[in-house]
């Protein structure tokens, strides 16, 4: 490929993980491979891999995003990556209190619930 969709799967394999990494690339098509290169490239290999503020910071900004956004279908992929960027269960709560006030307490309250699940799932396979 080229050095940012490099440089962007070895950021996502760090932050994702490489279990779930690998899943997601088995289920790449030619239909969408546009758009895998895409995510790759740019919101890996630019956004993620930039060292202006760091991961844990990135972590909460994201989590931040996704819950103020209604997108919440990739919060618990983003609550899992918490493990390996230093965002701790306090820095999520307390990025999540910031979409209550800015964009909404339901918004807020549906990301809490589904950070706990996660949470309790990653508790659960530790044991």
């Known amino acids: 490929m080229n ?16 279990a779930h990494v690998d899943r997601a690339e088995s289920m790449k098509t030619e ?10 490239e740019s919101a890996w290999g630019t956004v993620w891999a930039s060292d202006r503020i760091t991961r ?3 972590s909460m900004l994201t989590l931040a995003l996704l ?5 919440f279908e990739e919060i618990p992929m983003h609550i899992r990556a918490t493990a390996r960027t230093g965002a701790s269960k306090e820095d999520v709560a307390e990025a999540l209190q910031h979409v209550a006030i800015y ?3 339901p918004k807020a309250n549906h990301a809490l619930k589904l950070a706990r699940q996660t949470y309790a799932e990653m508790e659960e396979s530790e044991e």
């Open 3 to 18: 050095d940012t969709f490099d440089k962007g799967m070895k950021v996502r394999r760090e932050v994702l993980g490489d």
């Open 31 to 40: 239909f969408d491979l546009p758009f895998q290169t895409l995510i790759t």
């Open 56 to 58: 844990r910071e990135r």
């Open 67 to 71: 819950a103020a956004t209604g997108n």
């Open 103 to 105: 964009a909404g307490v």
